[in-house]
């Protein structure tokens, strides 16, 4: 009997119950088939969540309470919006903008981890570099296309620093090319150390950056960064 019960579960897709329905204690049918239910559900969306971590690929991060003291938000978002990621759902971007070791990382990570708990939403998060290295690579083997749809299946996609290092003119185009087919259908956040006007600085072109601009503002909320580097902060207190 337990094997065809294990291979009904199998064929039923039930991993938890195959794997553990003879140590669920009840004192009736009922109990019993509602406790093998909830586990089975319970189990089900912790595997989501951890898939859905392990595909996000975010940096790192402790668990110090994030302070807020240092950074502007612009009208018509909280605190609590912003880092709930209701954004996400009305398909608006963030930019994170201002200097070194202020918390943008830190803030478009904890964004990343509260959309995959709460909405089980499909998150990449990618340095600006890495993604570029990336498209650039595909483009040349002729699988961008895969690429494209792998990013467009997503909910969020998290652009750190951009501004670090320019880009070439192949790079600049391919980043704008998923820039625009995010556009109006899923939420970016973008960190970096350079105002607009410097982005030409990036992008190389005046034309395509106004393009990326224009489309990335369009819906976004703009967040200033005005503290001290927390890293040198965090180094002055450890010595
Ligand atoms: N608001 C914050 N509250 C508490 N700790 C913070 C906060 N922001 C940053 N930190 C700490 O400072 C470290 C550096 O922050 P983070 O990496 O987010 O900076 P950044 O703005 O991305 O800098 P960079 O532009 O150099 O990449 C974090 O790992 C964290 O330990
Ligand atoms: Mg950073």
Redesign the pocket.
Known sequence: MNEQIEAYAKRLKLSWIRENYHEVEASNNHEYLLKLFEKEVQNREERKVNLLLSQAQLPK??N?P???EHIQIPQGISRTTVLDGDFITEKENLILY?G???????LATLISLNAIHRFGSRVKFYTVASLVNKLIEANQQGSLAKIMKQIEKLDLLVLD?LGYIPLHKEGAELLFQVISMCYENKSIII?T?LQFGQWNHVFGDPILTEAVIDRLIHHSHLLL?TGDS??YK?SLLHG
């Open positions: 991060i402790g110090q994030y302070q807020w201002g070194v070791g202020t918390g943008k990382t830190y620093e960190t150390n960064f927390f890293r965090e």
